[in-house]
């Protein structure tokens, strides 16, 4: 077969890949960096001139530019579903113009072949190879599964997304459209590491043993629990997500995956989110390799390594030690995501340990994020029965396994001090103070 040959009969332009597209399609996109935003903006200025309706853009944590999708010109026109949302989509499930699909993101793939079809999938990859492969970059997270469901497939081909050796691939032979941009690649840029997440990731970093395996969420917490590991030896990783301070700790020394159960050797993840540092440290290289999320999510997969650390942030939490970390009262900020998944498997881990973790107060020290009932409209994201250890400036508590009372007055303890009077005045008068 000749491959250059095919990859030019199958190459066009954004026009004529969405002047295939019919009312009512499903549209599939795996997460992040992996979107095809020229597709997605040449579907946009078709719908806005067209009489396109109720075509369905279902993704992940949108990080490209997503305003155009606010035009309300585009109600029912073009309408994104959302596993867990970014700045964009959260802007328009509050504006009643997109939807969100509830998940456990290890369980997204069984959704998609018990019950999805797609119209097409779209992806930005890599250039063809040699042999007629495209590389999906930063992600595998649950594109195998969009692929088996999908009828036809179109690629954004560009050639600043990075080559991951180990990872989805997919052949020219299988492609039905593509074409060719050189768009930067969408980048995170490092959380500010203040005094207070500071606090926090020292503390945390001081309950983390050389030869951990470790996974970090995003956020300036997470960056500075992954600043104050830099002294730590043989850590692994095995994560959702593949960020800036994990590559800081493999090319420092302190993370080197010596000591894991599976994997040995080799930074497990499902996508890559972050600066260029982080797209050109995984480009052609073995030693990260990019896998499911139904298995790199799995509980029972996660908790195989020993000493499993997993890091994550929270909007809020009540005494009970309910964690909302998706919305702010009635207002959709995001999703479940891996929270849970990573919940647990740290906790089926021999040795590990799971973090929540915040800062006591918001809007500059107004309100405590450690409440006696959670901001009605809440979503618990981690049930109190899952939590393990909460985090705050103030302190650790830990949550599983104990008492109310003794959940309580640990949780009082790390709240803020102008806080913690009201706090404990409403648990005695619940009866909690036992």
Same mark, same amino acid.
């Given at each position: ?251 420092? /020394?302190?993370?080197?995956?010596? &000591?894991?159960?599976?994997?040995? =050797?080799?930074? $497990? @993840? !499902? ?93 500059? /020290?107004?309100?405590?994020?450690? &409440?006696?009932?959670?901001?009605? =409209?809440?979503? $618990? @994201? !981690? ?52």
């Amino acid at each position: 077969m000749d491959f250059k040959a095919l990859y030019e009969q199958k190459k066009c332009t954004p026009e004529e890949i969405v002047a295939i597209v019919e009312d009512r399609w499903r549209i599939g996109m795996d997460t992040a960096v992996s979107h095809a935003p020229t597709i997605v903006e040449a579907l946009v200025n078709r719908a806005l001139t067209d009489e396109l309706y109720g075509v369905r853009v279902q993704s992940l944590l949108d990080v490209q530019s997503t305003a155009h999708l606010l035009d309300p010109s585009l109600y029912k026109r073009v309408i994104r579903e959302s596993w867990f949302s970014g700045s964009g989509s959260r802007q328009e499930v509050n504006h009643g113009m997109a939807d969100v699909i509830p998940n456990y993101y290890r369980d997204i793939p069984r959704h998609i072949r018990r019950q999805y079809e797609y119209d097409a999938f779209c992806a930005t990859v890599s250039p063809m190879d040699k042999h007629g492969y495209f590389s999906l970059g930063t992600v595998s997270s649950y594109s195998g599964a969009m692929l088996e469901k999908s009828k036809r497939i179109f690629l954004e081909v560009n050639d600043q997304m990075p080559r991951a050796v180990c990872g989805v691939q997919i052949h020219i032979s299988q492609v039905d459209k593509l074409i060719e941009t050189s768009r930067p690649l969408p980048e995170l840029k490092p959380a500010k590491i203040d005094p207070v997440s500071e606090t926090i990731g020292g503390l945390i970093a001081e309950q983390i043993e050389d030869g951990s395996c470790i996974q970090l969420g995003i956020g300036a917490i997470p960056d500075a629990v992954g600043a104050a590991l830099k002294f730590k030896h043989d850590l692994g990783i095995h994560t959702e997500m593949f960020t800036s301070s994990m590559v800081d700790l493999l090319e420092c /020394g302190a993370a080197n995956n010596s &000591k894991k159960q599976i994997y040995r =050797g080799q930074s $497990v @993840t !499902t996508f890559a989110y972050g600066p260029k540092k982080i797209y050109d440290f995984i480009d052609d290289n073995p030693g990260i390799v990019f896998l499911p999320v139904d298995y790199v999510n799995d509980p029972a997969v996660i908790s195989q390594n020993n000493n499993m650390i997993s890091i994550n942030a929270a909007l809020e939490c009540d005494i009970w030690g309910q964690v909302c970390a998706e919305s702010i009262g009635t207002k959709h900020m995001s999703g479940t995501g891996g929270q849970v998944d990573y919940v647990r498997g740290a906790c089926l881990s021999k040795g590990g340990k799971s973090f929540i973790a915040f800062s006591s107060t918001a809007k500059d /020290g107004t309100i405590s994020r450690i &409440k006696s009932i959670l901001e009605p =409209g809440a979503i $618990v @994201t !981690t049930s109190k029965n899952d939590v393990d250890y909460i985090v705050t400036e103030y302190g650790i508590a830990h949550m599983r396994g104990e008492p109310l009372s003794s959940r309580a007055r640990q949780l009082i303890a790390i709240a803020h001090p102008d806080f913690r009077a009201k706090l404990a005045f409403d648990a005695k008068k619940r009866g909690i103070m036992i």
